[in-house]
């Protein structure tokens, strides 16, 4: 018998050994007040070492020019609802891009773009330095399974946890490698 008969016999014999039925699988997932949800998110955006603000919808568009700073060239894909004077050009020359969110995860902090209006391509929110982000308190939801749901599993997604960064290099943290190294998230009080 070859090395291979042996493990694969072995397998076989384990699974016919196994207990079939099926094992409950419990689902105590942590929950959020939904009073708490916008706070926790807030919260959680800053520990992943993004910029936070907070305004009224009144306010967003001087938000959104603070947010971009010194930025000289700002991509802004169709559908975004401030008017922020984005140029044209390939998408390796913009300095920051602004786009709006799906919706944003109280428990980790974590923006989630479908994709849809506001948000263009994937690549747009990987590609320039300074990727600053919109999203409504309404948007928020209590944990990932709350997510989960809410998502059509059709579209394509992108879900964010602070800005990129990497500690593959002798674990020393590298922001800016794999996307943008600067996350600044508008949460809009409705």
Same mark, same amino acid.
């Not at 700002?74 to 390939?90: I, M, R, S, T």
């Not at 989960?148 to 590298?174: M, N």
């Given at each position: 018998?070859?090395?291979?008969?042996?493990?694969?016999?072995?397998?076989?014999?384990?699974?016919? @050994?196994?207990?079939?039925?099926?094992?409950?699988?419990?689902?105590?997932?942590?929950?959020?007040?939904?009073?708490?949800?916008?706070?926790?998110?807030?919260?959680?955006?800053?520990?992943?070492?993004?910029?936070?603000?907070?305004?009224?919808?009144?306010?967003?568009?001087?938000?959104?020019?603070?947010?971009?700073?010194?930025?000289?060239?700002?991509?802004?894909?169709?559908?975004?609802?401030? @008017?922020?004077?984005?140029?044209?050009?390939?998408?390796?020359?913009?300095?920051?891009?602004?786009?709006?969110?799906?919706?944003?995860?109280?428990?980790?902090?974590?923006?989630?773009? @479908?994709?849809?209006?506001?948000?263009?391509r994937r690549a747009l929110s990987l590609v320039p330095d300074v990727h600053v982000c919109v999203v409504r308190e309404d948007q928020i939801v209590p944990g990932v399974p709350q997510a989960v749901a809410a998502l059509d599993p059709?579209?394509?997604?992108?879900?964010?946890?602070?800005?990129?960064?990497?500690?593959?290099?002798?674990?020393?943290?590298?922001?800016?490698?794999?996307?943008?190294?600067?996350?600044?998230?508008?949460?809009?009080? @409705?």
């Amino acid at each position: 018998m070859t090395a291979r008969e042996e493990i694969l016999a072995a397998v076989r014999g384990a699974l016919r @050994d196994a207990d079939r039925a099926e094992a409950a699988v419990p689902r105590g997932y942590r929950s959020v007040a939904a009073a708490d949800v916008v706070e926790l998110f807030a919260e959680r955006v800053v520990d992943y070492r993004a910029a936070l603000t907070r305004c009224t919808t009144a306010e967003l568009p001087g938000a959104v020019r603070a947010a971009l700073g010194t930025a000289r060239k700002v991509l802004v894909p169709e559908g975004f609802p401030v @008017d922020v004077g984005g140029g044209e050009g390939e998408l390796a020359e913009f300095d920051a891009v602004v786009t709006t969110a799906a919706l944003g995860i109280a428990t980790t902090g974590t923006i989630v773009l @479908d994709h849809g209006p506001g948000q263009g391509r994937r690549a747009l929110s990987l590609v320039p330095d300074v990727h600053v982000c919109v999203v409504r308190e309404d948007q928020i939801v209590p944990g990932v399974p709350q997510a989960v749901a809410a998502l059509d599993p059709a579209r394509p997604q992108t879900w964010i946890s602070g800005p990129s960064a990497t500690s593959d290099i002798e674990l020393t943290r590298v922001e800016g490698v794999h996307g943008p190294r600067t996350l600044h998230v508008i949460v809009v009080a @409705d």
